[in-house]
Each structure stands twice: as structure tokens, then as C-alpha cells.
């Protein structure tokens, strides 16, 4: 710039070009940041079922076979909790709103669901029985890493008394 330029907007400038390059620099990061997590998130398998997977071959087969028995054995509950889904959908759709109807076809479909769970966690509960402390200590971080327990927050493990 020539000597002629006023001083203000030199100053202008330079604040200009620094306010952009944060700019620039905090999309960067974040975007990195966002993909990093997303890949992440999507890299580590999450359910009831990889909850064994730091357990033994035999162990993780029992495990296995213990959840889908207890999803044959709740096939009913299943079925009910989905067509009460879709009865909750059909009176919200009703262009008269039934207010006990869909209070009473949510009930079922809680109960339902509530079975349904009430089986998986029994069938994880007879696996645990199975197991020895630090099997089990195995088993817990698993289910708080990729299970139920997921928080969505790391943890530290806690140590045993």
C-alpha cells in the first residue's frame, strides 16, 4: 500500500484478514472434529449382541444363543409392541382424536416393549451368572462401552472394591 492509504484502514484490513483466518481455521476444526467423531461413532459396533465380544469364543457363543432365544421366546411381545405402533399411528392420523384409545393402544405397546426387554435382560442376567468377577467386570464395560449402559459420556472404568 502507498502512503497516501489512511492508517484506519490498514488497521481495518489486518483485523479483516485476522477475523478470516479464525474463521477459517475454527470451520477446519470443527469439520475435522465432526468427521473424526462420526467415523469413530461409526467404526465401534453398538447392541446388546457385541456386549460379549471381549469374552471368549465359547462365552460369546453362549451369550449369543442365550439373546436369541430370548428374542424367539419374546416373538409375541414383539409383534404386539409393533402392531401397537402402528395402531398408535392410525388413531393420530383419525381425523377425530380418540384420547383414551391412544392412551390405552400406548399402554399396550409399553407393556409390550417392557416384555420384551424384561426377556433380553433376564437372559443377560442368567449369562452373567455364569461368569467369573472379571469376566463380568469384562462384561459390564462392554454393555457401558457398546450395550444398554451407553450413556453416550466415556466413562473410567471403576475399580473393584
Known sequence: MNERTPKRLKVALAVSVLVNVFLLGAIGGGGYRWYAVERQAAAQPRGLRFAADGLEAEQRRQFLQGLRAARRA????????????????????????????????????????????????????????????????????????RGPLRTGQARPAKAAP
Open 74 to 145: 419374546a416373538a409375541s411381545d414383539v409383534d404386539a409392541a409393533r402392531d401397537g405402533r402402528h395402531q398408535v399411528e392410525q388413531l393420530l392420523r383419525q381425523p377425530q382424536f380418540e384420547r383414551d384409545a391412544l392412551a390405552a393402544a400406548l399402554a399396550r405397546t409399553r407393556e409390550a416393549d417392557a416384555a420384551v426387554r424384561a426377556r433380553l435382560e433376564s437372559s443377560v442376567v442368567d449369562f452373567a451368572a455364569t461368569l467369573s468377577p472379571e469376566q463380568r467386570q469384562t462384561l459390564a464395560d462392554a454393555l457401558v462401552q
